[in-house]
């Protein structure tokens, strides 16, 4: 069976960072700029980016794009005979399953609300009324499941045409209308009275918001854990976009450019919600609830609110359905590749999987909601498995593969990397991915296990 590949650069681009770009920029990270200090944790952030996030990410592509083949058929071609690296594969393969048993429920989260804006339903709501809407959806069965399987069912429906005229086509649409909405918000938050104090909190670094956020080695930890994250390396989720794509660019070019759309988003968001915050006298660290709580609360009392409600949850709604696009692909890719079906018997089988899958999610928050772990509920369990082990470990597998002479070999990736037009990786660097990098992702694994 002929492999698909993207039908141009711009597609590749597009989908890549539609898969990077998700609930982690749009809110996690503006949270944790606000718990941060916030102008002196963006700057840290968009080092450690660059030195931790953006290597990792061309040793996904590298491998995706040598091998021409989802990552478990990935490893068995390039590995050396007897070697077991593509058990990771497995592994990665199962972690795409897992995020997408919460994060589908998530992503439902953002459509249910961008629905109760556009209709009205938080009109005429005081502020004390909008806990209640969050509160209320969670601990309904019906409306979860709906939201849930409404964006399981698109999804998969629109894999199934396949990577060209599915999920790149789409793609593109939705990112079109993504970067202009967060644009028009953006650009409203500049006109608001007293945001001029969030834009300062936001981009400007001070000493006193470091102390008062626990102090500078807290800050850099946190800001290298989300510039680590960010771009969902360490499971394959962007190595079989690296299996689609020509060997026209470098891959370091192509993924500063992935990283470059995936940070504007996240800084965006960031000038969307800090001057809104400010505005309308409301903490800007109030993580997660800031968006299901505390930025609603802001559009009910603003001018125009359900317009300008509805536009944020779209444009969240688009950032999280991008990246399940994206992962669902990796999953039916998967699919076809080891099991050699063809692309409509592995979008029926494993969209029925993701579905059923979802449910305990979906059901945590109500019906299951006594299935606890300490303080967790089934949503925060699924994700601290993928966020603290299967991202950080998968990433250091990948990274001593691609560099270790056990592997496939530092100039087998060196080869690949600067093949194309673009930026070249230079052999001086190898030492750095050798010996400090593996160390860094180590921190970050230590870190959110004890944080």
Not at 75 to 85: I, N, Q, T, V
Not at 154 to 159: E, K, L, M
Not at 311 to 340: G, K, P, Q, R, Y
Not at 437 to 444: E, N, Y
Request: charged share 10%; glycine share 10%.
């Amino acid at each position: 069976m002929k492999r698909e590949g993207f039908s141009s650069r711009l597609g590749f681009i597009l989908v890549s960072a539609g898969c990077a770009i998700g609930i982690g920029n749009v809110w996690k990270f503006p949270f944790l700029a606000g718990q941060n200090g916030g102008g002196l944790f963006v700057i840290i952030y968009l080092l450690f980016l660059l030195i931790i996030g953006v290597p990792i990410l061309t040793m996904e592509l590298a491998v995706g794009r040598a091998s021409g083949k989802s990552i478990y058929q990935a490893y068995r071609k390039l590995e050396k005979p007897g070697a077991k690296w593509h058990l990771h594969g497995r592994i990665a393969n199962l972690g795409c399953i897992v995020l997408m048993m919460y994060y589908t429920t998530v992503s439902g989260w953002m459509l249910n609300y961008a629905f109760k804006f556009a209709s009205g339903q938080f009109q005429h709501l005081k502020t004390q009324q909008v806990d209640a809407v969050f509160n209320k959806m969670l601990l309904s069965p019906s409306e979860m499941m709906i939201a849930m399987s409404i964006t399981v069912i698109a999804g998969f429906v629109i894999c199934s045409f396949g990577l060209q005229n599915g999920v790149e086509k789409m793609t593109k649409v939705m990112m079109a209308l993504l970067l202009s909405i967060i644009v028009i918000l953006a650009l409203h938050s500049f006109t608001l009275k007293g945001g001029q104090a969030g834009f300062k909190f936001y981009l400007m670094p001070n000493i006193r918001n470091v102390e008062k956020a626990g102090g500078l080695g807290h800050v850099i930890m946190a800001a290298m854990s989300q510039a680590f994250f960010t771009l969902s390396v360490g499971m394959g989720s962007m190595e079989i976009f690296g299996s689609y794509m020509s060997k026209d660019q470098t891959l370091l070019s192509e993924s500063i450019t992935i990283a470059s759309l995936d940070t504007f988003v996240a800084i965006m968001s960031g000038l969307i919600i800090f001057p809104a915050c400010f505005a309308f006298g409301v903490a800007p660290d109030s993580g997660p609830s800031l968006i299901f709580v505390t930025l609603p609360r802001v559009f009910i009392n603003m001018a125009f609110g359900q317009i300008w409600g509805t536009l944020f949850f779209v444009f969240m709604t688009f950032a999280s359905f991008t990246t399940v696009m994206a992962v669902f692909e990796n999953i039916i890719a998967s699919f076809m590749d080891n099991f050699n079906w063809t692309r409509k018997k592995a979008t029926v089988i494993s969209g029925v999987t993701i579905f059923v899958l979802s449910l305990p999610c979906v059901l945590g928050y109500n019906v299951l909601s006594w299935i606890t772990v300490g303080s967790k509920n089934i949503l925060d369990m699924e994700d601290f498995l993928v966020s603290n082990f299967i991202l950080p470990i998968g990433s250091l597998i990948i990274l001593l593969f691609c560099v270790s002479r056990y592997g496939w070999c530092q100039d087998n990736y060196l080869n690949e990397v600067n093949t194309g037009k673009g930026l070249k990786l230079k052999r001086w660097m190898l030492p750095y991915f050798r010996y400090v990098l593996p160390v860094l992702i180590i921190i970050v694994f230590i870190q959110g296990l004890i944080g």
